[in-house]
């Protein structure tokens, strides 16, 4: 059996670790790229979400690399994540790809066919061996969450553009060799400590905006074009709603890790959104108002064109504008938006933060 699964931002990193603590073969599929956009568009539904084309890319692309079977998430509740894996799978049937495909959905929704389908992975590994992997890879998770909040600090920081990102590529390769506890605590050490001796700038010109939407285009650069980095270079520190660390935490261990303080997103979208409506609609509403209380200076959401959820959260953003009085910048993208047109929204939108900035300023001297 050779596994491979789809790429979302450094996902491939803990997922990979954990089939191999277990002795299974894993093909990680190439990065994302327009060849893997190309191959989702061209055997995709023109209406699929931009996520189910590119994971068919993933999926085309890691054939081509030997996989057979394929690890999934499925979903469940009112957007049509639920429907993805059924789509997939049928898609490349019909393509003439032989694969075996294994959904995992949610074990807080229904946690024995979790069971069993984890089971038919793992083979003849125990239990316990399952556990010890998990531990790993979430060991690995946590690690790259924590080289990546230092990097979203330090890349507005940095006196000469450029050693952060250096050092953030090497040390994730680092994590990503490790084979053991002791060598994956050594590589995110040596990462953090040369995070630490970067030049910097003063603090005066950094602004921070929160970053919210939908899991895969915030997570994964391809899609987003690298926001995190574009923005960094604007001066711009970014925090995301979702981290994959503190997501595998809520929603696969039923939050074990006390490293981790779950974010109470439900209780602060309640004055405006009091229900699910699938996908991340509600932490984005939650994580908006979370933002504005801690003072951040501007909100971007992002997310798929045509993403259901994430159009009830848009709907809903002008009224936490209103009542907190910050910038909000919505950004949907599909396969015919452009590094370009983005970058030039997301320079508009850090100047007009600067120019309110800079009056507030003004106002409260002349006081
Ligand atoms: S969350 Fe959005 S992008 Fe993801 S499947 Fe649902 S509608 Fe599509």
């Given amino acids: 059996m050779k596994i491979t699964f789809p790429h979302m931002g450094n996902m491939y990193i803990p997922v990979k670790a954990l089939l191999e603590y277990l002795d299974l073969e894993v093909v990680v599929p190439p990065f994302s790229s327009q060849r893997t956009l190309n191959l989702g568009i061209k055997y995709g539904h023109e209406f699929a979400c931009l996520p189910l084309k590119i994971n068919l890319g993933n999926f085309i692309e890691a ?39 294994l959904v995992l959905e949610p074990p807080d929704k229904h946690l024995l066919q979790f069971v069993n389908r984890v089971r038919k992975i793992i083979g003849a590994n125990s239990w316990w061996k399952v556990i010890e992997a998990i531990k790993f ?21 940095e006196k000469k553009v450029g050693i952060v990102d250096r ?15 002791q060598s994956l605590y050594e590589a995110t050490n040596l990462g953090l400590l ?5 030049p910097r700038k003063s603090d005066e010109t950094v602004i921070r905006i929160g970053l919210v939407g939908e899991i895969y285009t915030l997570l994964e650069p391809f899609v987003n074009f690298d926001i995190e980095r574009e923005l ?20 696969l261990l039923m939050n074990i890790s006390k490293r981790i303080k779950p974010k109470p997103f439900a209780q ?10 699938g996908g991340h609609g509600r932490e984005t509403v939650g994580y908006a108002v979370g933002f504005a209380q801690e003072g951040y200076d501007g909100i ?3 997310a798929p064109l045509t993403c259901m959820p994430e159009i009830v959260a848009h709907t809903i953003l002008p009224r936490i504008r209103e009542d907190y009085q910050i910038p909000v910048l919505t950004l949907y993208v599909d396969e015919q938006s452009g590094k370009a047109g983005m970058i030039t929204r997301l320079e508009a939108f850090v100047d007009l933060i600067r ?3 800079g009056n507030q300023q003004k106002r409260r001297a002349a006081q």
């Fill in 63 to 101: 054939k081509e690399l030997g996989a057979d079977t394929i690890i999934m998430a499925g979903g469940v509740g009112p957007c049509r994540f639920g429907l993805y894996a059924q789509v997939e799978r049928e898609i490349l049937t019909e393509l003439g790809y032989d694969y075996d495909s």
């Fill in 137 to 157: 890879a979430y060991e690995k998770a946590y690690a790259v969450d924590l080289i990546e909040k230092n990097v979203q600090y330090l890349r507005p920081r």
């Fill in 167 to 181: 050092i953030y590529n090497h040390t994730l390769a680092t994590i990503n060799e490790a084979q053991s506890y």
């Fill in 194 to 198: 040369k995070l630490e001796q970067v």
């Fill in 232 to 251: 960094g270079k604007l001066g711009v520190h970014v925090t995301r709603s979702l981290y994959l660390s503190e997501w595998i935490n809520s929603h």
């Fill in 268 to 277: 602060l979208a309640k004055p405006y959104l009091n229900y699910f409506v």
């Fill in 300 to 302: 971007i959401q992002i």
């Fill in 355 to 357: 120019r309110q900035k």
